[in-house]
């Protein structure tokens, strides 16, 4: 089975701080995602990235930033967080064939006061 | 960018009964077209998916059928359980995108007993 982990599941964080969420997937997949999650508008892409130390911006990338230095792992950073980044937020990964499934983490949701 | 539509955004059903969520997309180029299901506090999971060259796919109670001509498709669920109540999205992706995943908004299924 696919296993997309993302470490933080709950974080409360204030605002002006720096916060790390990290992304770790086992299936040795081209493409990682971070997706944010928020009642009514679904889910809303905010960087991807096909391969390591590529990164492109997705729907809603501003305040944000990306990391990926192994395949493996993505990491979402907020430079500094606001309470308008209260969201939940889901990591993806999948194979760079076209037609292939995205598989989620759990998500971590994070409180920004 | 591929833009996808999701109707109805909730939808209640009576046990037993059939249930059918709608989506539309925009991108003719788009060819692979999952269905994922989260129950609440969950990560979203696949539940079915359908490619451009194929008409219907069928698995148990569920089902997804692809107009590519009106560019929508439908997941269709029958004989409806209580454990069928959770957030089902569609999504769309295509190679001309980079293999991103366009997301609808999201129908929020209430089955009840």
């Known amino acids: 089975d696919v296993k997309v982990t993302q470490s933080s599941r709950y974080l409360v964080k204030r605002t002006g701080e720096k916060v790390f969420l990290e992304c770790v997937q086992d299936m040795d997949h081209e493409n990682m995602f971070w997706y944010r999650q928020d009642p009514g508008l679904g889910l809303r892409l905010i960087y991807f990235s096909y391969d390591v130390k590529m990164k492109e911006k997705g729907d809603i990338p501003e305040g944000y930033s990306v990391s990926r230095e192994k395949k493996e792992r993505f990491s979402l950073i907020l430079e500094s967080a606001s309470t308008n980044q209260t969201s939940m937020y889901l990591c993806?990964?999948?194979?760079?064939?076209?037609?292939?499934?995205?598989?989620f983490g759990e998500g971590s949701w994070l409180t920004v006061v | 960018g591929e833009n996808v539509e999701q109707h109805p955004s909730t939808l209640s059903v009576q046990e037993g009964d059939s249930a059918v969520i709608k989506c539309t997309y925009s991108d003719s180029a788009s060819n692979y077209f999952p269905w994922y299901k989260q129950e609440l506090g969950k990560r979203p999971q696949l539940i079915i998916d359908i490619r451009s060259n194929v008409g219907e796919k069928k698995d148990q109670r569920i089902a997804v059928t692809l107009n590519k001509t009106a560019k929508h498709f439908s997941l269709h669920i029958t004989e409806t359980q209580p454990e069928d109540s959770a957030v089902y999205f569609c999504a769309a992706s295509s190679k001309n995108t980079g293999n991103q995943f366009y997301f609808g908004t999201g129908t929020s299924l209430t089955v009840i007993p």
């Open positions: 993806a990964s999948s194979h760079s064939s076209s037609g292939n499934t995205i598989y």
